[in-house]
């Protein structure tokens, strides 16, 4: 028996009072209609960074990695910060639509659509990166264990550099699986819809022939809940994987224990700051306010809070063990991080990524638009220095003073960079005109629990 | 005798429950609904067991895990042995820490797509295949049923019992 728990204490999670039709109208209307002036400037925008991202790789494949600001004693650096800042990026979107789906977090529903997508276009960028690393990308099949003609060499499985194969590998074709599912009865929706031909069977090949019988969605609902079961796991371990990259080895300032928590707690930091600095242009551009609220912003700004925190604990963490591990080497990376030549990343770091969250204590700050969208540009910027700090001041300052030096990124290093932001953002608004951003299905089942009309008839509590 | 449906078509996913209980208690067979979303408490009112689709799931995973270590025996320990910074690998259960994270992923790659796949296959929603709901409503606020009647019913007690449980249209 389904019983509609309406309850008295939330706010309502669907303003307007809303009818079911009026949800498909609303959230429809985007990929139905003409793209505005708005859309075209953001599109040109993001496909010239794009282009420029395409004219630096192809320049780095011409003339290989040397063409980038690397060298002997920093052989990680941009490319590496930019994959981990993506990959961080992405976990939001997962961490939406899987674990609160199993926390049965209701707001969740007019959000992760947009976030599993914004997922998968982030696991895009950050893919490219290890790609381009290898300096020969077309050899790349030989991070597969293929069997091969090299006396029957296999890959190591001991490495932290296989195993990030296999979980963003594995972590990019399940969120796409996740996210398409989610897609099927909601792009049968705008196919129901259809009133040109050609769009009837775009968006009929796409929906799979899905009609929405009782049998299906039994299946369909269970489906998920167990993809939501084990993609909850997967994202976790995808960086912690990551982490572990820099964890296992041996160098000062990478070879910690705290770095997969840590590692975690940034990741949904980054992402969630992500997908606020995305939800708040969508919501204006697309006309949906009334479906991702003030509570869906002070919601996600409350764990941008929690994570921001648990990362702090970690810097100041770090930074104590360094020095009471009494380990000379451990001290010196951490006493460099923070007043070497590289201060100001370091300075950078902290003043975004743990004191502007902490703004986030006042209501009106948290509940505040404008407030919300600044400072999720800080954390993004915050956390994107966090790799960097991470990776270069710990390499910069080798065991052999002799080899000591700087890095400098190249202009194509950082045209890469732009150009997967180009791209991540030239996906996003093809999306947004061409898939419903909203997963308007699902969000039906949770309309007459929480909208405005059923919230008018229920006695309040004095 | 030829088989004849009723489409009981309601607007409100409340409604469709409570018309569908009277139907069953009836003694008529619902053959089918079709909604916009999922209807929860439908589906043992009209007589669909639940879904073992998890249990495939599991099963799935259990075979990932298992593709893994052997995976890892065969080329690690069995086909060539690779003695990395003096750490070779003698045996899969001394070096299994080390393949613990690529053992999860594979469980999860498995069961994740052979999940997908079997909904998909056993739904029958694939590419190219034309959708059969009776309404394209019903992908947006439209909830219909399905109702299988004999010859000998008494159809005019079913449209009755549809429409006073707040079906708009009744279809023959």
């Known amino acids: ?462 | 005798m030829s088989k004849k449906y009723i489409l009981g078509v309601y607007k409100d996913d409340h409604d469709i429950l409570v018309g569908a209980k009277k139907i069953r208690e009836m003694g008529l067979k619902i053959t089918n609904v079709w909604s916009p979303f999922p209807i929860h408490g439908i589906d043992p009112v009209i007589g669909i067991p639940r879904t073992r689709i998890s249990m495939c799931s599991f099963l799935y995973g259990a075979t990932g895990t298992t593709l893994a270590l052997l995976m890892f025996w065969y080329m690690m320990v069995h086909d060539w042995h690779i003695d990395i910074g003096g750490k070779p690998n003698f045996a899969l259960y001394k070096n299994l820490p080390a393949f613990i994270p690529v053992t999860f992923e594979s469980t999860v790659l498995c069961a994740a797509h052979g999940m997908a796949i079997t909904f998909l296959l056993r739904s029958k929603i694939l590419p190219g295949v034309t959708a059969s709901n009776p309404d394209p409503r019903t992908t947006d606020d439209t909830f219909i049923m399905q109702i299988e009647v004999k010859d000998t019913d008494n159809l005019e007690q079913i449209k009755s019992a549809l429409k006073s449980t707040g079906a708009s249209e009744v279809r023959v």
């Not at chain 1, 996003?428 to 007459?448: G, S």
């Open chain 1, 1 to 462: 028996m389904s019983e509609i728990v309406i309850s008295a204490v939330r706010d309502p999670l669907v303003l307007g009072e809303k009818s079911y039709h009026q949800i498909t109208e609303d959230v429809c209307r985007p990929v139905e209609g003409k793209a505005n002036k708005w859309w075209w400037m953001s599109f040109t925008i993001a496909f010239t960074c794009m282009c420029w991202g395409i004219c630096s790789l192809a320049y780095t494949i011409g003339n290989g990695i040397g063409s980038w600001g690397l060298n002997k004693t920093v052989g990680w650096a941009w490319d590496i910060t930019n994959f981990v800042w993506w990959i961080g990026i992405g976990h939001a979107g997962t961490l939406i639509s899987a674990i609160l789906l199993l926390f049965r977090q209701r707001w969740r529903m007019s959000i992760n659509r947009s976030a599993e997508a914004m997922t998968i276009f982030a696991v895009i960028c950050a893919g490219l990166f290890p790609v381009f690393h290898t300096g020969r990308p077309w050899l790349d099949y030989w991070m597969l264990p293929l069997p091969n003609q090299f006396g029957s060499l296999w890959v190591n499985f001991n490495s932290p550099l296989l195993w990030d194969v296999f979980a963003i590998s594995t972590y990019f074709s399940v969120s796409l699986v996740f996210w398409y599912l989610g897609l099927i009865p909601d792009l049968a929706t705008i196919r129901d819809r259809a009133i040109t031909p050609l769009r009837k069977f775009i968006y009929g090949t796409l929906s799979f022939g899905w009609k929405g019988t009782a049998r299906d969605w039994g299946r369909y609902e269970e489906v998920c809940l167990v993809l939501a079961g084990i993609s909850t796991p997967l994202v976790l371990s995808v960086h912690t994987i990551v982490s572990m990259d820099f964890a296992t080895s041996i160098l000062p300032g990478w070879h910690t224990t705290i770095f997969p928590p840590y590692f975690v707690a940034g990741a949904i930091f980054s992402g969630f700051a992500m997908v606020l600095t995305l939800m708040l242009v969508a919501r204006k551009v697309l006309g949906l306010e009334e479906y991702i609220t003030i509570q869906h912003i002070e919601s996600m700004n409350k764990i941008i809070m929690l994570t921001g925190s648990i990362v702090g604990v970690a810097y100041i963490t770090e930074f104590f063990i360094a020095w009471y591990s009494g380990n000379p080497f451990e001290a010196y990376a951490f006493i460099n991080r923070a007043f070497g030549p590289y201060w100001w990343a370091y300075a950078s770091m902290m003043t975004c990524n743990v004191i502007t969250p902490q703004l986030f204590w006042f209501k009106k700050i948290r509940t505040s638009v404008i407030a919300t969208f600044i400072i999720s540009i800080f954390v993004n910027i915050g956390m994107w220095f966090e790799r960097f700090v991470i990776i270069v001041t710990s390499l910069h300052r080798d065991f052999l003073p002799s080899s000591w030096t700087m890095y400098h990124p190249t202009f194509i290093e950082m045209g890469i960079f732009v150009g997967t932001i180009g791209l991540f953002f030239t996906l996003f608004l093809v999306f947004a005109r061409v898939f419903p951003v909203i997963a308007l299905n699902e969000l039906k089942t949770v309309l007459k629990a929480t909208s405005d009309k059923s919230h008018k008839n229920i006695p309040h509590h004095e």
